[in-house]
């Protein structure tokens, strides 16, 4: 090849580079879709997760804890009543109690009661910022000898038989009056091992659910099954002695110092029971949602509801939410961080310049929401896998800039798949 040949080559492939740098189209936000497969990252190891930033952050009550700005999250749930003699029956009267029933429980988390005694610092938030939707899901079983079973789990196995999808949202068992005392299934993992034998779901994939017992659909219905979903959210009773109760450990993460105090005694329980009354510097009885107590409107904590929000992201709980919940707050990353766990988010997540998010677990994305890598800012997918929680979401979205010498001296942002990291059912 001669020498004007190889100078006429070199100046093509100058011009090239040069027009890659400075060229427009890097300036666009670009979606990035990876093309393999990979089964879902089912990482159940939360309760013994050693990674500081998962300790630091995203176990963390506080982490979790809303803001006015926080959406609602919509809990779908089903109401599932066995028929027989002593039962609630299948009339419009009784679906109407039922619909009424519902109404009064979501009252209690939309509108907060003020503490009996309050704790100085400790903001009263008004509202949980969680729902339950029925939706019409109300189920009779007819024909059957299960209005005398008190095991939610043989009800939800013949619910199964009948239409098993009806196992994606939180069942509520009802059957004949006066059988047994309501309870609930907790959401896995557990982060404080609890005195006695309370049941608990085994792993993040686990139905959960209350069963109660009941004749008629009443407000004492209402205060009992919002008890119990409180415990379906991660939350113990606030008195003691019970089956499972909060820690008095204030050198415990999961201790409720803005229920308890900064620095309890050894008994730091309430008063509880639905026969509690409350009388002021006489008796410790409360208006606390998890005190057991007959109250018109109750109390949570701050970091009780955060401790609900937190269940909701990475407890098995979250599966019931609806996949159209979505917070328009951006979930900003600005350090360096690794994900080794199991999360669901609501709302997008933003990598800001510099930081590199290194994931090694599973992320659940709403159908809204989208992964934003700035420039300069890395996602690695380290065997890791983001999926959606309903059909699709909007998938990973890298920040060029419209600055051409900027563009010049600094990298946009950039996504790594490696191990078999996987992005799934993002949209193109």
């Known amino acids: 090849m001669n020498t004007n040949r190889i100078l006429q080559l070199s100046i093509q492939l100058f011009l090239f580079v040069v027009l890659i740098l400075f060229s427009g189209f890097s300036g666009d936000e670009k979606n990035v879709v990876s ?15 050693t990674n500081p930033d998962y300790l630091n952050r995203y176990k963390k009550i506080e982490t979790y804890i809303p803001d006015e700005n926080t959406a609602i999250k919509h809990i779908k749930i089903a109401v599932n009543i066995f028929t027989g003699p002593g039962t609630i029956q299948n009339t419009a009267t009784s679906i109407d109690a039922i619909n009424q029933m519902i109404e009064w429980l979501n009252g209690f988390y939309t509108n907060v009661d003020s503490a009996t005694y309050p704790i100085a610092g400790v903001p009263w938030l008004r509202d949980t910022k969680i729902r339950f939707d029925l939706d019409h899901r109300i189920f009779f079983y007819e024909g059957t ?3 005398n079973n008190t095991s939610q789990y043989t009800l939800e196995r013949h619910i199964a038989t009948v239409d098993s999808s009806r196992l994606d949202n939180l069942n509520i068992y009802i059957t004949a009056g006066g059988k047994a005392s309501p309870y609930s299934i907790p ?3 557990r982060f404080i091992l609890k005195d006695g034998g309370d049941i608990t779901s085994s792993s993040l ?4 659910g209350v069963y109660i017992s009941s004749i008629t659909p009443s407000y004492v219905n209402a205060q009992t099954l919002a008890h119990e979903l409180g415990h379906c959210l991660d ?6 002695p019970s089956c499972c109760h909060e820690t008095c450990n204030a050198s415990d993460p999961e201790y409720l110092y803005d229920l308890f105090g900064a620095n309890p005694p050894a008994y730091c329980w309430e008063g509880g029971g639905f026969g509690c009354k409350i009388t002021l510097g006489t008796n410790t009885c409360t ?3 998890m005190g057991g107590n007959n109250m018109l409107n109750y109390y949570f904590s701050p970091m009780q509801i955060g401790k609900m929000h937190r269940a909701l992201s990475i407890k098995s709980v979250r599966k019931y939410v609806k996949e159209n919940t979505y917070n328009a707050e951006k979930f900003e990353i600005d350090q360096n961080e690794t994900w080794n766990f199991d999360i669901r988010m609501y709302s997008d997540i933003v ?8 994931l090694k677990g599973k992320i ?3 159908d809204q929401g989208a992964i934003v890598i700035k420039r300069g800012a890395t996602l690695i997918v380290d065997g890791g896998v983001i999926t959606s929680t309903g059909q699709t979401w909007q998938g990973i979205k890298t920040e060029g800039g419209k600055n051409k010498m900027k563009r010049f001296f600094e990298k946009k942002g950039e996504v790594i798949f490696k191990n078999g990291g996987e992005v799934k059912n993002a949209r193109e």
């Open 35 to 49: 093309k393999k497969r990979l089964d879902p990252v089912d990482s159940d190891n939360t309760n013994l997760n």
């Open 364 to 366: 659940l994305m709403a």
């Open 187 to 189: 959401p896995y993992p």
């Open 145 to 147: 000898t299960l209005y």
């Open 287 to 289: 208006n606390n949602i």
């Open 351 to 358: 990598i800001k310049r510099g930081a590199v998010l290194t």
């Open 205 to 208: 994939y686990a139905n959960q």
């Open 235 to 240: 939350l113990f009773h606030t008195y003691n």
